[in-house]
């Protein structure tokens, strides 16, 4: 037998906040990026077939199709059990990865019959975690903040608050004689995990002690918002802010205060007189790709990205570098904002859901280096 979410919490197992439980099985949502209650049309234990079946829900529609999943699993004794997740009116994005710890994650296999995707879990006393992404918490942008910030040219504070009254960081370069500035974006959208593997080593490369690194901050200040939805990567959010809203269709609207704080942080330097240089903004999507502004667009240094990624290229033989400019004022993303409004290039970089994690590392390393390298040379008439 099965019992839906309810607020007495039987005998059997220790006081906590769970989905879903049996005499001997629990599934619980009780932590940070885990899919909430909200979330689930249904959530069902059989014990006797050692069956879970959970519904996944869009927070509303409508809504990109990116079904978050994350749950901790629990059982009396050893047992192994088969998961099985359905979609409301969706298709599974994610890929199942299993960690013991929350930290340490492993793909593990599926197969997914007439829209269900099944995973079998070996469960007992110790908590398994499932989820559809590594967790990338919002804890950890804060503990990662906190350790640049020790740092003396490194300041780490809040611009602003969620909807839910979250705060939203920035960690940011304190250099007043130097005007020209990087923008470093991330976690618009909640489930983008990915996306976060590879801004995490490239704001370190950009930080960092090399003697590349340090030349560029005598020309650039980096500003860097790594957690822009902090409610949505709380609540286990599929792309929306606690409002319903995709901020990265919000930045000619302006109406949610994520982006609104973002906003006034950017106009507030260009009128004590700083420039904004460059904006990159860290995505996944289900491949590997860069999305850009045409080099005929108008922006100042034409053909900065270009140079910047056909040397990226250059550096990975097996492995293609891909360019889609575009340019669509009323779609209201990030990149085309900064284009408009400050004349530079941004590009949205965009990492596949399922792309080796030491590449994604290996990548934004070398990308953060080729960067600098043409952020400081005169790109006006290079090709």
Known sequence: MYKFVTSTVLSLFAASSFACQSDNIQLLNNFSNATSAS?????????????????????????????WYAFQLVSKEPRTVTLTLTVNDGDHRYLPKV?????????????????????????????????????????????????????????????????????????????????QWLVVLGRQHPPEVTGAIALFPFVDTLLGNSELARYFR????????????????????????????????????FKQPEVIAVDKLLTDLVAKG??????????????????????????????????????????YPEFNVIQKPGNNPQMGVFKQYVADKFDVHAITYEMGDNTDRKFIHKLAKDAANTLMQTMLKDNDQLR
């Open 39 to 67: 979330l689930m049309q249904n959530c069902e234990i059989d014990e006797s077939n050692n069956q879970i079946n959970v519904k996944l829900l869009p927070e509303n529609k409508p809504i990109n199709n990116s079904p």
């Open 99 to 179: 960690s013991r710890d929350g930290k340490n994650w492993q793909q593990v296999d599926y197969k997914i019959v007439e829209d269900k995707m099944h995973v079998e879990l070996a469960i007992d006393t110790k908590t398994t975690w499932i989820a559809g992404q590594e967790l990338i918490t919002n804890k950890d942008y804060i503990d990662w903040g906190k350790k640049l910030s020790e740092f003396e040219f490194i300041d780490h504070n809040v611009i602003g608050r969620s909807v839910n009254g979250k705060p939203i960081y920035q960690v940011i370069t304190n250099q007043p004689s130097v005007k």
């Open 218 to 253: 005598q020309n650039y200040n980096i500003v860097v918002v790594p957690n822009m939805n902090p409610d949505g990567v709380e609540l286990g959010y599929w792309r929306h802010n606690a409002n319903g809203v995709d901020l990265n269709r919000d930045w000619n609207k």
């Open 274 to 315: 700083h420039k904004i240089s460059m904006a990159v903004d860290f995505h996944s999507t289900h491949k590997d790709i860069f999305y850009t502004m045409p080099n005929d667009y108008g922006v100042q240094q034409r053909y900065l990205v270009n140079n910047w990624l056909n040397k990226l290229d250059k550096q």
